[in-house]
């Protein structure tokens, strides 16, 4: 029977550079793994290419593929739908490849739900650690300002809670390497592989 | 207040080849963990030099430092003991930086009732997954060959459940990329560095 493939699941704050991050695992030639595309309403910017950087859908055949329930996850965002289709995912993972999936932190709860074995990563911006400098060290913002911040954090960090693995984005090149070992690393989980082993003495 | 360092534990069957694996990893520069050398009663092989390779030690210094406590794992193999002294592990650990045992099978389960917490791998003989093929497509083997090899499988595979990740050593470099990896991701997992994230935030 042919093992399934790991569904890896990098995620963050807006902002990040999460798809910084994918765009660099991705040229790498090494990289083993599939890049599920997402799909959206919003209209495609310069460059961009239906089938490479998105699927894009119109708003009536997006939310019937909601109701079909054809979506891994999904959220809106500033007007437009944003999601994942789940046969891609599914099929993939079913011939045994690993799917990276890199999308927004309310989509990727949705997914933790659906695939509770699935790799999360939170990409989390250096920012966070610097704000800790300059809150403690300097004191010219206002108070507003670090307030909101705060705020900021502490949602970011709930949401943490979530994953597996925080992967700081301080260098791109250094956070990609990071992914990478990490989704290494999980393939020689010892849960994830002795069945392998056990398996092989099952002849006798 | 200082993080402390991961503990990593190499080990597995007898003959797997741990003590290559070890070099190669300390053969790279960018290898950044500490090797605690071992300590035994054997005497030193040509070439090989004390506070290198071994610590050397007569049988009376050594039964000394097991009454005292002194030894994080020991085992007599061949009429020799084998230990790891504990003061090095614990000071290193608490200087922050991360401690890289090689260390027999037997040794590994005394240091996983002391530290649960290190980084247990556990290095697979790819003769196992050969050993498959040789019992299921020839058959040539006699019932006793078979049977004796089926046993040493089943121990070690018992063996693999106090691990925490499974190694092939296939190939030397692909075993030594694959703990580095290993290493790499725990310094990543959300239950070892959150609390980094979250002390952030205790100031407001």
Known sequence: MQEKGLLIVLSGPSGVGKGTVRKEIFSHPDTAFEYSISMTTRSPREGEVDGVDYFFKSRAEFEELIQQ???????????????TPVDYVRKTLDEGKDVFLEIEV??????????????FIFLMPPSLS????????RGTETEEIIHNRMLTAREEIEMMEL???????DQVELACERVKAIVMAEHCRRVRVEHRYKKLLEVE
Do not use: C, S
Request: charged share 30%.
């Open 69 to 83: 329930g054809k979506l891994l996850e999904y959220a809106e965002f500033v007007g437009n739908y944003y999601g």
């Open 130 to 137: 610097e704000l800790k400098n300059r809150i403690v060290t």
């Open 163 to 169: 994953y597996d693995y925080v992967v700081e984005n």
């Open 106 to 119: 309310k989509g990727a709860k949705q997914v933790r739900e659906k695939f509770p074995e699935g790799l």
